[in-house]
């Protein structure tokens, strides 16, 4: 089975809350700033769609239990 093998703060980051992708030993704070979205500096949030705010409520999901789309879809037909 494969698995997601990239930066994890990154991942949190985008989401904006501790996704417990890293070792519960330090808190996630220390580690990297959640109020910053990775990728170009200095851009502001736009409001999400409904479409928009069901996606990163999907994406957050497969994050969290580590699982690509392909095996959260099976997963989610079983």
Same mark, same amino acid.
């Given at each position: /089975?494969? @698995? !997601? &093998?990239?930066?994890?703060?990154? #991942?949190? &980051?985008? =989401?904006?809350?501790?996704? $417990? #992708?890293? %070792?519960? #030993?330090? *808190?996630? =704070? %220390?580690?990297?700033?959640? =109020?910053?979205? *990775?990728?170009?500096?200095?851009? @502001? @949030?736009?409001?999400? %769609?409904? !479409?928009?705010?069901?996606? @990163? ?6 994050? /969290? !239990?580590?699982? #690509? =789309?392909?095996? $959260?879809?099976? !997963?989610?037909?079983?």
């Amino acid at each position: /089975m494969a @698995r !997601y &093998r990239g930066p994890t703060c990154k #991942l949190a &980051r985008r =989401e904006g809350t501790d996704l $417990f #992708l890293k %070792s519960g #030993l330090k *808190p996630l =704070e %220390s580690k990297c700033k959640l =109020e910053v979205p *990775p990728g170009g500096a200095g851009q @502001r @949030r736009q409001r999400l %769609s409904d !479409y928009g705010v069901q996606l @990163r409520e999907k994406q957050k999901l497969r994050r /969290m !239990y580590g699982v #690509l =789309e392909r095996q $959260f879809r099976n !997963y989610y037909k079983k």
